[in-house]
């Protein structure tokens, strides 16, 4: 059974860091892109970063220059650096995977549990 399971959010002030990470476990094959979405009370889930087996990387506009998205692709691990936080960096952040391919199967859309990030002014 693939599973997503995200840690390293927390409670900051405005301009400090996070850093969120997502490990996939299971019998894991490959993993093409990860990434990171994040929802705010009354807000729809929005993309915040993507990257690619290969390292190639996407961000919304808004975190741009702020955070920085990596893996680790050995451990099946993607990374969120938050850098600069601002009050409304607060939500809940989830990791995705579109794609898994595990034990000969693939499976699609993945989620993790979520992690609260909170940045008070």
């Known amino acids: 059974q693939v599973q997503l399971v995200e840690s390293g959010g927390g409670l900051v002030q405005a301009g400090g860091s996070l850093r969120l990470s997502c490990a996939a476990s299971g019998s894991i094959f490959s993993i093409n892109t990860m990434g990171w979405y994040r929802q705010a009370p009354g807000k729809q889930r929005e993309l915040v970063a993507s990257?690619?087996?290969?390292?190639?990387?996407n961000y919304a506009d808004s975190v741009k220059g702020r955070f920085t998205i990596s893996r680790d692709n050995a451990r099946n691990t993607v990374y969120l650096q938050m850098n600069s936080l601002k009050p409304d960096d607060t939500a809940v952040y989830y990791c995705?995977?579109?794609?898994?391919?595990?034990?000969?199967?693939?499976?699609?859309?993945?989620w993790g549990q979520g992690t609260q990030v909170t940045v008070s002014s």
């Open positions: 990257i690619t087996a290969g390292g190639s990387t």
């Open positions: 995705n995977a579109p794609k898994i391919v595990a034990a000969g199967i693939a499976g699609y859309n993945y």
